[in-house]
């Protein structure tokens, strides 16, 4: 085991606390690091932080043993492993900054038996400055799709990033990618002219993100769907028969305290596969045609 105090970089690195939910997620991450071909990092760190040492080999037997199973699952998959004593959440934020990809489980040792966001997944998931991978710890529905699916939601062009990623990541699993466009008619929007109009905003600034993207890697397969529903909701349902949904968090300069919207919120604790947040950090962002809550609405800041 390596007790190193830096990360490499473009790696994928992933928490574990020893749990049959953080051992799901280490080997979602051996598989996302042999499909970049990069080195993984395992991490391990403590819930109260420098102040808290265990008194016993606790570290070092769960790092270890992390360690064994992905040589004996991927043995092509270079690993180190570290130990820091510091806040769990912190820890992965700070050594995912020069990741690729940061994994989590949805729930670890420290969490109740219904919840299904653990409160260090969480917390990452609104830090976090680079990729993050939430592996969700639940069979997979059965599907009769014969393409693989990537699912990206897109708001407007502010969401270019995430779509990039899901492109990216379509190709490395040998999938399409189905985007999601949800969106709702404005209070102004009464007459048949003002939502046809509106209805062909919507599907212009989708089909200026993906269209280029599209141009680019031909060969993937494209479903480019703009629906009238909650955002939340349509990237759940699109989300049950597909590999893995991505979203773009979008983060506020100079904002404290968690950055999560409430369709990001939602669909960390109710979608049926994974989930990919991309951070996005700007400014407030181009309005579209409405704005909304999670489940019920439509969107309003951030996701």
Not at 79 to 86: K, L, Q, S
Not at 133 to 157: D, I, K, N, Q
Not at 220 to 249: F, K, Q, Y
Request: proline residues 6%; positive net charge; aromatic residues 4%.
């Amino acid at each position: 085991m390596s007790r190193r105090s830096e990360s490499p970089h473009g790696h994928v690195v992933v928490g574990t606390d020893g749990s049959r939910a953080a051992t799901h997620a280490l080997e979602q991450a051996a598989g996302e690091a042999h499909r970049r071909r990069v080195p993984l990092e395992i991490v391990h760190a403590w819930p109260w932080g420098g102040a808290y040492e265990p008194l016993d080999d606790d570290a070092p037997d769960i790092l270890a043993k992390a360690a064994r199973h992905i040589a004996a699952l991927a043995p092509e998959v270079p690993v180190t492993t570290v130990a820091v004593a510091d806040d769990a959440a912190q820890v992965l934020v700070r050594r995912g900054r020069a990741a690729a990809l940061t994994v989590v489980g949805t729930r670890g040792n420290g969490g109740f038996a219904g919840l299904l966001l653990g409160s260090v997944s969480l917390r990452v998931a609104a830090h976090c400055r680079s990729p993050l991978l939430v592996v969700r710890y639940e069979p997979p529905l059965r599907t009769t799709a014969r393409v693989r699916t990537v699912v990206v939601g897109v708001r407007g062009e502010e969401d270019a990033p995430a779509v990039s990623f899901a492109f990216a990541e379509a190709l490395r699993r040998d999938a399409g990618v189905s985007v999601v466009h949800a969106w709702a008619y404005g209070r102004n929007d009464r007459t048949h002219s003002d939502r046809k109009s509106c209805a062909r905003r919507e599907e212009a600034s989708t089909e200026l993100v993906v269209a280029p993207l599209h141009k680019e890697h031909p060969f993937v397969h494209l479903d480019n769907r703009s629906v009238r529903v909650a955002p939340a909701r349509a990237l759940i349902d699109a989300g049950a028969t597909g590999e893995v949904v991505v979203i773009a968090a979008h983060r506020r300069k100079f904002t404290l305290g968690l950055q999560l919207g409430p369709v990001t919120h939602a669909l960390l604790h109710h979608a049926r596969c994974h989930v990919v947040l991309v951070p996005v950090t700007h400014g407030p962002s181009r309005g579209s045609c409405v704005s909304s809550r999670p489940l019920s609405g439509q969107w309003k800041r951030g996701r």
